[in-house]
C-alpha cells in the first residue's frame, strides 16, 4: 500500500470542498470495503482519502414520509437489510442486501458506497501485466478473448464486458428509486438507473457523477409494488458469491391481471439492466407460468454471449421467472 494524506471532514460541505482541493488524485472512504481492496492490488492508487464517516445525518433510515423512503448513504448495509419497514414494504430490496457479501463487510460497508463498487473482472483487478480498457483505457480487454464465464451477456462494448457486480442497485433500479447528491456546486437528484454508464467506448468511466460529487441520500417511492417483490440471486456457492443471474422483481396483481411489473436484472449486464420491454408483456394480463416464462425470455432477447457465458441466458431465464412466480406469492 502507498503512503496518502487522511483528511476527516464533520460535513458534507466540508467534504466537497476538500475534495475539490486535493483533485486530482483524491478520493471518498465511507466503509472502504471497495476503496482499500483496490489500494492493495495497485488498481486504486488516491493521493488523499477523505474519511466521511464522521459526517452526522448520513446514517439514518427515514420511513416517516408516506411517499418515499429515504436512507442516508452512510447507513450500513445490515441496517437497512434489517429495517422492519423496508423488510415489509420492499422484500427485493432488504433481500438484495442480505445476500451480497458476508456479515461482517455488511456491517461496515454502507448503502451509498455500494453503489460505487467497481467490477469483479479479474484481469481488471489482477494486475499491469492484462490489457484492461477499464483500468488503462486503451489497452484493450483480455476478457474478450480470454476467460468471460462471469462476463456480460448484456451491454457489453468491443472495449468491455465487464458485469456491475453489485446486487442493491439492481434492487433499486426496479423501484425508480433517486439519489441526492452534493457537489461545490450545489444538490442535485437523479434516477439510480441513470446513474451507471454503458461500457460504450470508454469503460473507465463507470457512472455519470463527476469526480466531487457525494451521494449522500437514496430515495425509494413508497407504493403497493414493492411488497410483491423478491430479489432471486443465482451465484457458484450460497454466501459471498457474487451473482451470476440475478433478477429483482416485482408484481402488482388485481383480479389475477398484472397492473404492474417490475423485472431488473443482475450479474448478466454491464449496469443495473432494467427489462421494460418484459415488464410491458406482462402488464394487463393474466399471471400465469407461461406469462412469466415469456417475459424471461423477453428480457434476454438481445443477449450476446460470449466464448464462455453463454449459460448465462438459460441460467437468467430461469431466475426471471422463478422470482416473477415467487412474487406472484407475494403479492
Ligand atoms: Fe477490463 Fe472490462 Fe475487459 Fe475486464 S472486461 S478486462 S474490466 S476492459
Not at 492508487?45 to 423512503?69: F, H, K, M, W, Y
Not at 463527476?210 to 441520500?217: P, T
Not at 432471486?232 to 451470476?244: G, M, P, Q, V, W
Amino acid at each position: 500500500m502507498h503512503d496518502f494524506a487522511y483528511l476527516r471532514p464533520r460535513s458534507t460541505g466540508e467534504a466537497v470542498q476538500l475534495l475539490a482541493q486535493n483533485q486530482p488524485g483524491a478520493r471518498y472512504f465511507a466503509g472502504g470495503t471497495t476503496l482499500f481492496d483496490l489500494m492493495k492490488l495497485g488498481v486504486e492508487a488516491p493521493a488523499t482519502v477523505i474519511d466521511i464517516t464522521r459526517i452526522e445525518g448520513l446514517r439514518d433510515v427515514d420511513t416517516a414520509s408516506r411517499g418515499e423512503l429515504r436512507i442516508g448513504a452512510l447507513a450500513a448495509m445490515s441496517d437497512v437489510a434489517d429495517n422492519a419497514v423496508v423488510q415489509c414494504e420492499f422484500p427485493a430490496l432488504s433481500e438484495s442486501l442480505w445476500k451480497a457479501a458476508s456479515q461482517q463487510l455488511r456491517n461496515m460497508a454502507t448503502v451509498g458506497g455500494n453503489l460505487l463498487q467497481r467490477t469483479r473482472c479479474a484481469y481488471f483487478r489482477g494486475g499491469p501485466e492484462f490489457a484492461c480498457n477499464k483500468r488503462v483505457p486503451g489497452s484493450g480487454c483480455s476478457a474478450v478473448g480470454g476467460q468471460n464465464r462471469g462476463h456480460a451477456v448484456l451491454g457489453g462494448s468491443e472495449a468491455c464486458v465487464a458485469v456491475y457486480p453489485g446486487d442493491w442497485a439492481v434492487a433499486l433500479v426496479a423501484f425508480d428509486a433517486l439519489v441526492d447528491t452534493v457537489s461545490p456546486r450545489g444538490e442535485r437528484t437523479l434516477p439510480v438507473r441513470e446513474l451507471h454508464r454503458a461500457p460504450g467506448a470508454t469503460p473507465h468511466l463507470e457512472t455519470v457523477l463527476a469526480a466531487d460529487e457525494l451521494i449522500v441520500r437514496i430515495r425509494v417511492p413508497r407504493g403497493a409494488i414493492g411488497r410483491g417483490s423478491t430479489y432471486h440471486k443465482i451465484r457458484d456457492r450460497e454466501s459471498y458469491a457474487f451473482a451470476l443471474a440475478s433478477a429483482a422483481v416485482a408484481l402488482e396483481l388485481r383480479s389475477n391481471r398484472v397492473a404492474d411489473a417490475r423485472i431488473a436484472l443482475g450479474g448478466v449486464a454491464t449496469h443495473p439492466w432494467r427489462a421494460a420491454e418484459a415488464e410491458r408483456s406482462l402488464v394487463g394480463q393474466p399471471f400465469t407460468r407461461a406469462a412469466a416464462r415469456r417475459a424471461a425470455e423477453l428480457a434476454f432477447e438481445g443477449a450476446k454471449p460470449l466464448g464462455h457465458n453463454a449459460f448465462k441466458v438459460a441460467l437468467g431465464i430461469e431466475t426471471v421467472t422463478d422470482a416473477l412466480m415467487l412474487a406472484r406469492e407475494r403479492s
